[in-house]
């Protein structure tokens, strides 16, 4: 009745002071500044290093907080940085969409991985289980800080214990002047916007109020104080959680799962029986039309495109629906002696072998596409993600003989940051440009409609190299001038100039570089309106 010992009550749950910041003002302007920034360099912008900005911002407001906070990041904590650094500096140096987006995705997942797991460092062993709900914590964390914060400071909860009795901060007066700014400021700019939207003259009266700015608009003023705002308050939020909620580690049981096994060896079996079972009727009917190739496609009545998308879209699809069939399965069967584990291993075993023969159709569908169409970026990524599949099926036999399924999250989230930097280093754009030039000097044909208008300025300065080797067949080496010259009406001269130097990107200012070099030459390209196959289109476009 007369509680837990001091002792106790602290492992039982954490303390109050580990539950709130001790400096949460000075971490919220932390946020404000970062959110600040951020809003200027995005805030009616150009797309430039701006990405990498913001990553290297969070990382300093990281750092930072860590040291007002007087609080230290585990050294596994530290290997996150090593994914994120590597994934924004390939950021930089590319401007194709797939690769972006999926290095801009995997930058993010890594993000969630440090914040979630902040300061007790245990990231990696995180199931999808603790993966989803911590994520789903700091979402309502980032929504709800802020306001619970306040809250706390109203209440007084930001009074200093000293000598066993409360006393009042010496700067209550000061910090009470800077709350009430921060809360008025935000305020007063939507209800003056609103009013000013209301009524003309004072609006008028508010621009000559701040006329001595320059050009300035109140309108403009105030989405990008709203902007602010809404930044600085889900930094705040996914801040005060990294500081606060993850000072305890999350309780991971390996051995308990997340439901009680219900389904019955028998049951299990007869299911993997059947599935196998479909495979195989499949591999076998449709063996010659697996592996055949060229040779089966017109007399079964099929197009390149329709063989190549039905080895791909479809068997893909079956084989992570085999993977997610399997996870399944194993958390809920149960499997009570040494005899039924081995049955069951078997038949998810020859299950993921059967997939992995349909998944190397898939691969030769899309080749034998490629090799009658060229290379295409969507057709490059698939090969690329055809083969991180493979692996996934690797690691799920690996994690299922070994009984080491507490990994899944590990090598979901690694294997998709893996891609992610693959697409990277491929360079897909480059790539594709480089293995179309050279296909095109075997067969004297080049898609100059998709190399000048489907591929990004990262593969200028390949399409560059060899149209200055001057190898390429006469009419090929031709259109790759054309191309070339269309392509140079896509980089804004002007604006590399006038922009600033966070809104440029990389690759622009890498291919502008070129095409001031070969600017003679690609003047001595007339482009003029032809048939959409040639791709070439009048200047100006």
Known sequence: LGGLPAEQESAAEPSQSNRLLKHPWLILAIAALVALITERIFFDQGVGVQWAIFVALLLLAIASSLIIERLSLPKRGYLLFIPIIALTTLHLFRSESFTTVALILATILCLVWLATSFLHGNWARFRLRELISQTFKLILDAISALPIMLIENLRGSNAVKKNGSIQKSANKTAWAILRGVLISVPILAIFGGLLASADAIFSGNLRNLFAWIGDFSFERFLGETILVGFITYILFGLF??????????????????????FLGITEATIVFASVNLLFLAFLVVQFRYFFAGESIINPAGLTYSEYAVKGFQELVMVACGVLGLHWLLAGITRRENKHQKLLFSVLVTVAIIQVGIILVSAYQRENLYIEAYGFTQSRLVALVFNVFVGLLLVAALWMQWRDAFRYQALVLASLFVIFALTLGVINMDRTVARLNLVKSMINGKLDAAFMANRLSVDAVPVMFEYYDQKRLPTKVQEKLGKVLACQ??????????????????????????????????????????????????????
């Open 240 to 261: 005060s959680f990294a500081l606060t909620k993850t000072r305890q580690s999350v309780q991971v049981e390996p051995d308990q799962p997340l439901i009680k096994p």
């Open 488 to 541: 140079a009406n896509f980089i804004d001269q002007e604006r590399l100039k006038s922009d600033p130097w966070f809104a440029v990107s990389l690759p622009d200012r890498a291919a502008a570089r070129l095409f001031e070099a070969h600017a003679a030459e690609l003047g001595a390209y007339t482009l003029e309106q032809k048939t959409w196959e040639d791709g070439f289109i009048e200047k100006g476009f």
